[in-house]
């Protein structure tokens, strides 16, 4: 666990609040976005990655009206709660029409539930990597963007502890390899990094994102989105994960194979910790 | 629309509220289940079919312990409230647990929040039907239990406006039809009723099962699980679509094909009727 169980603190619409008013649409179907964020004393990181997708994902599921900052969205809990040196903030943005049933309505009218829950910072060992039989379904309609159906990830984390690995990788329907259970997941070949395409289902986490935009070639390594297999996995020089709370975690072993050496998950790593000031 | 919009209710973990706590796993991930019970004067209609599949659903994704009665869950909110003549009762039930993250944890905790919305009794006209362009994602894992994964539910509802008519056809990504958006679709052909199977996406619906395991041999007709194209739907006899809160509503129009006579539709729904003592 990259945290220790520190609690949270959660602001309702704009409030410090522990609960959330009925009726949400997020609670009944899902119908919202979430963003997770990692804030440095006081500070969101990569905001701009983290509103971009926010709105693919707005536009992406018809929610009426202009797309909010999550700037804004998130300013009344940092104004009360920035001192400490690290946090992770949960923006969950959902759709608060009060009908009955599936049909969303045109209203603008939403809920906001921010969670800030303290990181005790730690630099985690390379992870050892299974692989979840929670195969990924096709949903080009939601692909990409983070909405808040995500049982899929739910039933492939539960994984994790029942095969007694950190991570797993989990495949779309083919058999091709998507992600992690919480993450991007990446192998290097070489000086290529290569993370897989998703267009069909998966997260595009902003770490993902800024590798690929820009951080792979500061340090030395050329980054695509192109599919592999697991068996292109097991050969790969290098293989690594990402997400908002870890940053970059080198893979240390999959079934037989091994990797003692991860250079680009190390040089990534140090190039995070440098932008982010930590 | 079937009803008025009377307002609601809410009960949260037994107790009348206007709220329900954080953190919760239902609305962080959709880490939950719901049904949705028709109640004719404080009775739940159907309740060991809802009971089944939400012991199915329980299963699926993985909860610890066993499975609570809805009866139970739902007794505080019908105690303090079973006057009406008819209500809908939504039963939300998700995991609670407070670790931040996918991972589900084995806590048995959870929150149940019910719903309870007064339903003004109207028999439905029979409804013009268009064809969603929300293609529905095969999930063995999930098809059939009634998840609160429901964006491919709320996009396709959202269309229902914009296409002008009171249904949309949901259909898989090789276009053939599984459902509606807001119930389970039927055709009939001469003397048989044909419902698409659900094992790889849809949810199974209490009135459907009911249709199949009963109601169809008791009103001359025979009903069976068998998927079918748009194109047979265009020639059937019938069409007609059902849930809870509708029971079976027949389909007067799709595209330019018009049906006028629909036997096994009024027939299931006096059935229906009967049965509920409406």
Redo the contacts between chains.
Sequence with gaps: MP?A?LG?S?W?DGQR???????????????GL?ETMLVVQGRPMLLHLHQDRFAAGFTA??FAGRVPELSDLIAPALAADSQLPRQ?L?V?Y?RAA???????GDSVDHHC?I?L?ELSPARLSPATLGVST?QL???P??AGIK????????????Q??ALGVDEVITCD?QGRPVAV??GNLFIRQGEALLTPRLGQCGIAGTRRRHILEGMAADTGFVASEEDFSLDALRNADEVFFCNT?IGVRPVAAFEDRCWEETPAANALSERFDEELGL
Tied chains: 1, 2.
């Excluded at 609960?19 to 997020?26: A, E, F, M, Y």
């Excluded at 808040?148 to 492939?156: G, P, S």
């Design positions: 945290e169980p949270s959660f309702v609040s522990a609960s959330s008013p009925l009726p949400d649409r997020g609670q009944e179907f899902g119908d979430f599921l018809g992770i949960r969950t959902s009060v009908e009955r049933g599936y049909a969303p539930v969670r829950t929670v379904s096709h949903q309609l939601l909405h808040l159906n995500r049982l899929e990830q739910v039933l492939a984390a539960a994790r502890s329907q259970s919480s709370v």
